[in-house]
C-alpha cells in the first residue's frame, strides 16, 4: 500500500511568487492534514481536512496560504505570494479518522525555500 | 493549551553506547504522546507510541520509551544506538481526543560517531 505521498520534493522560488504543494493521502483516508517546520522551530499544524472539507485551519498562518482538497483525494496548498519567512519544511499527513486512538501517518515533506 | 519541550537540540554518542532522548510535555489529562523520526531525505516515520495501560513502550528500531505522569515525560532509550540511528527525533502530543492532530516539541538532532 502507498503512503503518504507529497510533491514537490523540493522547491526553490523567488519571493513574490506562487508556489503549489500537493499532497496524495493514503487511500481511503478521509483525514489529511497539512504540518509546516521553520528553520530550527517545531513541527506545526496548519490545518486538517475531514473529506473536501476544512474541519480545522487554526493553524493557517495568513491568507497568502490556502489550501484545498476538490473530491476529498489529494490536497494541494498554494502559496501566493511566497514570502522568506514561508521557507520552510511541509508536511502532509492523513489518517483514517479524527477521534480516538488512531494515528496519523506522514509524508517525506516538500522543503520550500524562498529567496 | 498543550506543549511539548525537547531540552537537547543536539545529542552526540558513540556507535554502542545507550541513549536518552529527554521529552517533557504539557497537557490536562492522560495525553497521548508519541516519538517520531525523520532521516535524512526521508519524511517523519512513527516509532512508538503511547494511549494508555502499561507505561513502558516498545517500538521500531530495538527503540522503548517510558511515561512517567509525576514527572509528565516521556523519555526514548535505546541500549545500543548505531549508525543507521543517526537522524532527527520528535516527540509529540495528541490534541483532546485524538492521536492525529499533534503538538511537536522542536526535535533533538542525533549524532552517531563510529
Known amino acids: 500500500e502507498a503512503g503518504v505521498t507529497q510533491f514537490p520534493s523540493h522547491s526553490v522560488i523567488e519571493k513574490g511568487q506562487t508556489v503549489t504543494l500537493r499532497c496524495d493521502p493514503i487511500?481511503?483516508?478521509?483525514?489529511l492534514y497539512w504540518y509546516r517546520r521553520v528553520m530550527g522551530k517545531e513541527i506545526k499544524f496548519l490545518l486538517h481536512?475531514?473529506?473536501?472539507?476544512?474541519?480545522?485551519e487554526s493553524g493557517m498562518p495568513n491568507n497568502r496560504f490556502l489550501a484545498e482538497r476538490t473530491g476529498g483525494t489529494y490536497s494541494t496548498l498554494k502559496v501566493q505570494p511566497a514570502e522568506l519567512e514561508d521557507s520552510g519544511v511541509y508536511f502532509c499527513?492523513?489518517?483514517?479518522?479524527?477521534?480516538?486512538?488512531?494515528?496519523?501517518?506522514f509524508g517525506q515533506g516538500t522543503r520550500l525555500t524562498v529567496v | 493549551a498543550q506543549s511539548v519541550t525537547q531540552p537537547d537540540i543536539h545529542i552526540t554518542v558513540s556507535e554502542g553506547a545507550s541513549l536518552e532522548l529527554r521529552c517533557n510535555y504539557s497537557?490536562?489529562?492522560?495525553?497521548?504522546l508519541f516519538w517520531y523520526v525523520q532521516s535524512p531525505g526521508q519524511g517523519l516515520q512513527l516509532l512508538l507510541k503511547?494511549?494508555?495501560?502499561?507505561?513502558l513502550v516498545q517500538g521500531i528500531k530495538g527503540f522503548e520509551a517510558e511515561f512517567k505522569r509525576s514527572q509528565s515525560s516521556f523519555n526514548l532509550r535505546k541500549p545500543s544506538v548505531h549508525w543507521s540511528d543517526a537522524a532527527e527525533y520528535f516527540c509529540?502530543?495528541?490534541?483532546?481526543?485524538?492521536?492525529?492532530?499533534?503538538?511537536f516539541g522542536t526535535g533533538t538532532r542525533l549524532q552517531v560517531t563510529l
Open positions: 499527513a492523513s489518517s483514517q479518522r479524527w477521534s480516538g486512538r488512531t494515528e496519523a501517518f
Open positions: 487511500s481511503g483516508h478521509d483525514n
Open positions: 481536512f475531514v473529506k473536501e472539507s476544512k474541519q480545522d
Open positions: 497537557y490536562g489529562a492522560t495525553p497521548y
Open positions: 503511547y494511549f494508555s495501560g502499561d507505561t
Open positions: 509529540a502530543v495528541g490534541a483532546t481526543g485524538t492521536a492525529s492532530k499533534l503538538t
